[in-house]
């Protein structure tokens, strides 16, 4: 038997090495176009960034090896140009000497791999500009970086490879860009989890530039001119491509086999040719979940394909491949991505229903030293709870929970398999419940019934569209709630639901909201049990939905100079801590939401005026919570960063030593502008009203930004005209009677006179043309007047929610001092 393999990297290889050890006597020839054969292309960029120190690590075997262990007959440079199925013979062409000859075959094995795409964009033949897919890309590349010790770095595409090689040219001191076309990285990854990897790249100092794609590149003055679709000109030093891979088709398409994307396999691997096979980045089979044709480029099922397609040739068809789920697992910075089995988007895309679920977890007890989190996404079957994929973002422990679900998904599993999984236990390598056990957990109450989850997606568009049916409940710690809570949300900390049923109506959709989860579940289950129909929980929380809608991208973060780049502010790559002496170190890692921030509102009391606290934390949303702190308490934040997981934050304590000490750069601390205007609206007279209300308009029209919080009698200012019905308690129904209805029943604060003197004022504005005090509202809502409604006044008086206008946010004390925190003025009517 003779075998022909065209392509001797990954697949081809490995089919060469699988036939020999099946079949000692057949003749085995490779034809590889490139140099080099059977090399690890997965750590070109690790041997870019240094990890891998030398070269010849990258081959696993020669052309010489092959033959001395292998009796493999290996013919480099050598390219097959055609194939003649009816005579089995190819056309080979020598690429250093041309000389042209054919050669016979019993079988032929197509493993071409892929090639980069190369679009047509003006300039892209710039000697700065490289890609990295065998080693002469990494030769290049790596020669260009050792001897020019480039600057700034754009990577153009932020799928694995180009993700990979921003991380190694970060690690060899190079300021990073990364601009994609699509508005996330890493494309296997939903969105929200992508959102993630968003937040750990910007701490980092990572330039993202998402949704934008390059319209041209020039050389100019030793530079790379780089000129994107939104107009934005980037001017670097250099710049990869990594804008995905086309399977390498054409030798196939010549020949006349079948070809989509790929060229299409059945289940042995075998193409529309007789005795013609295909496998690895180029072939083209039926997916296992979705049945829908696709590729698999990954070295995992290339070399599973290998040994299925070498066994078949020398036994017999008596295997059939199945396809490949798509498990991968890439390290991006300190942080871990994986992914297995179908996304959400993609099952919705074809069409196939879908639910999913987003938990949070440790990777190892928390209260065992160096617990870091992770995000864990499920999407299943919502008829009987099939799992149709998972992905994971995290630190450590990232890979073992993939391969966990991966295992379950590969054999047709359940919802129902992951909460009987079991996994070796100690509390430095996972909890007695696993992350894994907990998300199968979370899925089955679900599917059972017993809770019902709301995306960020669906929350953010009843947000939006400011959807008057839905109520939102936080019912985290008033700390948490006082540091950001979603638009309107009413603040019942989980401890206090049962006794505050009646603040929480029975006839809108209610989504319960957390840091994380879990105390929203809790809560969920109380309202289900009191009788409440429409109520869901917000899938993942706080945490997720924070990183989801806020700003993926963080443009303009190097600033240029004559003699380069520079990083700009404190959040660039590789800022360090301040120099000062910190006085106290705060442990707080392994604890979830808020206890990081308790801690730290502890432990900074313990410290004087001007003196310094380094707080750690492995809870990623300690790192937006940390900035809110300080801006509402005044503290400094003096630096922070991220490293393996671990957040550190160095918080300087406010004073008279603290205040006469410099603000460092690139950290926003609320400082008096003195463009700003705060009031404390605490009465319901008319006159009163109609004062604030002009001096607001008067601020607002001078540019000032402008904050009112109405407490007590006060809240009468913003209530509706036309109030839904709503329930009360007895004291809220007296208030509710001796209180005015709404700002057209204000009353005079003197000369009223039974009513008679607020008719006359109102007579006397509107012959003056003076705006009526409900205009006068309308147009300070216009112009940005922010409202805050104290929760305890309503509370105390008995004012629901949806008594007030929408404008209204519902805070408290908190939320009125860090507005006035950075206002020149004032003001208490």
């Not at 020839?29 to 891998?52: H, K, M, Q, V």
């Not at 056990?437 to 019902?452: K, Q």
């Not at 043309?769 to 008086?797: H, P, W, Y």
């Amino acid at each position: 038997m003779t075998y022909l393999i065209v392509g001797g990297v990954a697949g081809g290889a490995a089919t060469a090495a699988r036939l020999r050890r099946n079949d000692e006597k057949a003749a085995i020839i490779i034809f590889e176009r490139g140099d080099y054969i059977s090399y690890a292309n997965c750590g070109l960029p690790y041997y870019l960034g240094g990890t891998i120190k030398e070269r010849e690590s990258l081959f696993v075997e020669t052309p010489e090896s092959f033959k001395k262990t292998l009796d493999v007959d290996v013919r480099i440079s050598s390219e097959v140009v055609d194939i003649d199925t009816e005579t089995k013979t190819v056309g080979v062409k020598d690429l250093k000497s041309g000389r042209e000859y054919r050669e016979s075959y019993d079988a032929l094995i197509l493993s071409p791999g892929a090639e980069p795409l190369r679009p047509p964009i003006p300039g892209i033949d710039s000697e700065r500009i490289f890609a990295l897919r065998n080693v002469p890309d990494v030769d290049r590349l790596k020669g260009f970086v050792d001897a020019n010790q480039p600057k700034r770095a754009v990577v153009v595409g932020a799928g694995f490879i180009g993700m990979e090689v921003a991380e190694n040219l970060y690690d060899r001191g190079v300021n990073v860009t990364i601009v994609e076309l699509a508005n996330q990285v890493m494309a296997p990854l939903d969105f929200e989890m992508a959102a993630q990897v968003h937040d750990h790249l910007k701490m980092k100092g990572v330039e993202l530039y998402l949704s934008d794609g390059v319209k041209e590149f020039a050389d100019r003055e030793g530079k790379l001119d780089i000129t994107l679709n939104s107009g934005t000109s980037i001017v670097a030093d250099m710049a990869v491509l990594s804008i995905g891979v086309r399977p390498e088709t054409s030798l196939a398409k010549k020949a006349g086999l079948d070809t989509g994307k790929g060229i299409l396999v059945n289940e042995y691997m075998e193409t529309s040719a007789k005795g013609v096979y295909a496998l690895g980045d180029a072939a083209e089979f039926r997916e296992p979940l979705t049945g829908a044709p696709g590729i698999t480029p990954l070295a995992g099922p290339a070399g599973k394909q290998a040994r299925i397609l070498a066994d078949n040739l020398v036994y017999g068809k008596k295997k059939r491949y199945k396809g490949a789920i798509g498990t991968s697992v890439a390290r991006i910075f300190d942080m871990t991505v994986a992914s297995t089995g179908a996304a959400w988007k993609v099952l919705d895309r074809e069409k196939i229903p879908a639910i999913s679920v987003v938990t949070h977890g440790h990777s190892h007890a928390g209260y065992y030293p160096g617990a870091t989190p992770m995000v864990l996404k499920l999407v299943f079957s919502p008829e009987d709870g099939k799992i149709y994929g998972g992905q994971i973002v995290g630190y450590s422990g990232v890979d073992k929970r993939i391969e966990m679900i991966a295992g379950v998904l590969r054999r047709g599993g359940t919802i129902e398999d992951l909460t009987e999984l079991e996994q070796a236990y100690a509390p430095p390598y996972s909890s007695s419940k696993d992350p894994v056990n907990i998300l199968g957990f979370t899925a089955e109450n679900v599917l059972l019934g017993r809770s019902n989850h709301t995306n960020w997606k669906e929350l953010h568009e009843l947000i939006e569209k400011k959807e008057p049916n839905l109520f939102l409940l936080d019912v985290r710690t008033p700390d948490e709630y006082n540091l950001g809570s979603l638009p309107e949300a009413v603040n019942i900390p989980k401890e206090e639901v049962r006794t505050s049923l009646d603040r929480i109506p029975k006839d809108k959709k209610v989504v319960v909201y957390c840091g994380v989860g879990l105390r929203a579940y809790l809560v969920e289950r109380i309202l289900k049990q009191n009788g409440y129909r429409d109520v869901s929980i917000l899938s993942g929380g706080m945490k997720v939905y924070k990183a989801a809608v806020a700003d993926q991208n963080n443009r303009d973060l190097f600033t240029q100079y004559e003699t380069g780049y520079a990083p700009s502010g404190e959040s660039a790559a590789k800022s360090v801590l301040s120099s000062a002496v910190t006085v106290l170190e705060v442990d707080a890692c392994g604890l979830q939401c808020p206890g990081p921030i308790l801690k730290l509102k502890t432990e900074i009391e313990k410290i004087k005026p001007g003196e310094r606290l380094l707080q750690k934390a492995s809870d990623p949303g300690f790192a937006r919570d940390v900035k809110s702190w300080c801006n509402m308490t005044g503290n400094k934040l003096v630096s922070l960063k991220e490293e393996k997981g671990i957040i550190e934050a160095v918080i300087q304590r406010s004073g008279e030593e603290a205040a006469s000490q410099a603000t460092p750069s690139g950290v926003h601390i609320a400082k008096n502008t003195g463009n700003e205007l705060t009031l404390i609206c605490f009465s319901d007279d008319m006159d009163k009203a109609l004062a604030s209300l002009v001096i607001a308009n008067g601020a607002l029209a001078s540019g000032k930004k402008v904050t009112i919080f109405y407490t007590f009698w006060g809240l009468s200012i913003i209530k509706k005209r036309n109030k839904p019905r709503v329930s009360k308690g007895f004291m809220g129904k007296m208030f509710g009677m001796m209180l005015p209805g709404h700002n057209g029943k204000l009353k005079l604060s003197k000369l009223n006179m039974g009513g008679i003197g607020a008719s006359m004022m109102k007579g006397i504005m509107k012959k003056q043309k003076i705006d009526t005090l409900e205009n006068m509202l309308q147009t300070a809502i216009d112009g940005g007047l922010r409202i805050i409604a104290c929760q305890m006044s309503m509370d105390v008086m008995g004012v629901k929610r949806e008594e007030l206008i929408d404008k209204a946010e519902i805070g408290g004390v908190a939320n009125y001092l860090e507005a006035a925190s950075s206002a020149g003025i004032n003001l208490f009517i």
